[in-house]
Nanobody
Framework: QVQLVESGGGLVQAGGSLRLACAGS????????MAWFRQAPGKEREFVAG????????HYADSVKGRFTISRDNAKNTVVLQMNNLKPEVTADYHC????????????????WGQGTQVTVSS
């Protein structure tokens, strides 16, 4: 299995940027499709962005296209979510997730999860 640890969350004003990182350890990181999900209080966990094992293909939720970028470095066992032009409505707990199978957009597609990092955007 793979262990995941997120970092980089925090408090930022609307229009600002944050860079979230997820460090993986354990089994071969490059074998896993990786994704970021977020969960706001009282809401279901939702897909934000995902990237295939090689990093050649990525998918984004419509609400973040053009503002968020996901990337991975398999040599460093990390996946990064660069978030720009942040809006208050993206305030949530952000989790990275790993799947041994193809890139999916549902939480159930992922077997491994990090503990999460809080992102708060003030207006």
């Amino acid at each position: 299995q793979v262990q995941l640890v997120e970092s980089g969350g925090g408090l930022v004003q609307a229009g600002g940027s944050l860079r979230l990182a997820c460090a993986g350890s354990g089994r071969t990181f490059s074998n896993y499709a990786m994704a970021w999900f977020r969960q706001a209080p009282g809401k279901e966990r939702e897909f934000v962005a995902g990237v295939t094992t090689s990093g050649s293909v990525s998918h984004y939720a419509d609400s973040v296209k053009g503002r968020f970028t996901i990337s991975r470095d398999n040599a460093k066992n990390t996946v990064v979510l660069q978030m720009n032009n942040l809006k208050p409505e993206v305030t949530a707990d952000y989790h990275c997730a790993a799947s041994r199978f193809s890139l999916g957009m549902r939480p159930g597609d992922y077997a491994y999860w990090g503990q999460g990092t809080q992102v708060t955007v003030s207006s």
